[in-house]
């Protein structure tokens, strides 16, 4: 199915210079696609960015979007506990979404959760490759489709995990 190419893009608020900081305070301006305009604010990536580990979600949730961090709502918490199974310390690799801005549609008076089109997803891209681009992972791990899609192609299907480089064990501190 064609999808209409999205003129508008996050590529316009990159900050000059690639450093984390810089990527951070460059976000929360962006007005790339039209998600920023229901959102609370942009939802930037969070963690060790040295750790060589990036775990790539879809986008912000209710409570990230209110907080300001990602992964801290209810697929958060999920996360956390296959964190603690897995033996990862979650403070020891950098989590981030493909998309940054929470996208939702009111049921009554809750904000329910809505997938990004491709558009919006393509026009985010910018902010995850720069992350990428930055932080040099040896490992990405995608958290569903959508990360996916964003890394390797809107084509993507299923669930898959990509990583360059060897994979290593990640321990607690
Ligand atoms: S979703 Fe991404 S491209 Fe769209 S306004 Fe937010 S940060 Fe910018």
Redesign the pocket.
């Known amino acids: 199915m064609a999808t209409a190419k999205n003129t508008r ?2 590529e316009d ?1 990159l900050p000059g210079e690639l450093t984390y900081p810089a990527l951070v305070k460059a ?1 929360a301006g ?4 039209d ?2 305009k229901d959102a609370t604010q ?1 939802v930037f990536g969070e963690g060790d960015i040295d750790s060589g580990v990036i775990f790539i979600g879809e986008q912000p949730g209710d409570e990230e979007d209110k907080l300001g961090h990602p992964f801290v709502g209810p697929a958060g918490k999920l996360l956390d506990r296959a964190f603690v199974e897995a033996g990862i310390d979650r403070n020891s690799v950098y989590l981030t979404n493909a ?3 929470f996208k939702w549609k009111p049921r009554g008076k809750r904000r329910i959760h809505e997938k990004p089109r491709a558009s ?1 997803i393509q ?2 891209e910018p ?1 995850l490759h720069s992350e990428i681009i930055l932080l040099r992972p040896r490992i990405i791990v995608c958290l569903g489709a959508t990360a996916a899609q964003a890394l390797l192609g809107s084509d993507f299907r299923g669930q898959r995990c990509v990583g360059s480089g060897s994979r290593r064990r990640m321990r607690n501190n």
């Open positions: 893009s996050a608020f976000a962006c007005k790339g696609c998600l920023y942009t998309v940054k801005h919006e026009a985010c902010w």
